[in-house]
């Protein structure tokens, strides 16, 4: 599968992320369009559950990130590869498929 526009979502979680790390308002607006073209995951029932669990298995061992989980959560719930460069923030989730160029 090639990645491109129609084969990229992203959760809400970074969603919020990258619009917070904007610079400045040509960022921010660069980023808008760019999001646009983008399915966009929200959080819900299900992806709260997963969350809960990741946390519950793997906030000691691990000292994962509540928004590393969030995103692992969304990941799990909708059956997505996560395309990451900090693969060590998610590789121990056995439930996670990352993504593999």
């Known amino acids: 599968m090639k990645i491109g526009p129609s084969n990229i979502g992203i959760s809400v979680i970074t969603h919020a ?3 917070y790390g904007a610079r400045n308002k040509k960022d921010f607006e660069i980023y808008r369009r ?8 929200p959080l819900t029932e299900e992806i709260s559950n997963i969350f ?3 946390i519950v298995n ?5 000292k994962v990130r509540i928004a590393d989980m ?3 959560a969304t990941a799990i719930a909708n059956n ?3 395309f990451t460069h900090n693969r060590k923030d ?3 989730i ?7 160029p």
Do not use: K, V, W
């Open 17 to 19: 992320e990258i619009y």
């Open 94 to 100: 056995p439930e996670i498929r990352l993504y593999n």
């Open 58 to 62: 793997y906030s000691i061992s691990h």
């Open 80 to 82: 997505l590869q996560i």
């Open 34 to 41: 760019f999001f646009n073209a983008l399915a966009t995951y």
């Open 52 to 54: 809960n669990g990741l």
């Open 90 to 92: 998610f590789d121990f």
């Open 70 to 72: 969030l995103i692992a």
